[in-house]
């Protein structure tokens, strides 16, 4: 039901995950499901590292 939904990762990780490489990195579902366990982790590995990089950059100012 939705009222049991549950937007956070303990809730549903990979599907939160999933959502993720969409919105950040433009993967379709389809290039998802197509991906293998290992190329799947390294993509996400790699948007966590983009991610540190762009929260330890200064502002311009």
Excluded: C, V
């Amino acid at each position: 039901m939705l009222s049991a939904a549950k937007g956070d990762f303990e809730a549903n990780p990979i599907q939160y995950i999933n959502l993720q490489l969409r919105y950040h990195l433009g993967l379709t579902k389809q290039e998802l499901n197509e991906m293998t366990d290992e190329e799947w982790a390294e993509h996400y590995a790699i948007l966590e590292n983009i991610r540190k990089a762009e929260a330890a950059r200064k502002p311009f100012g």
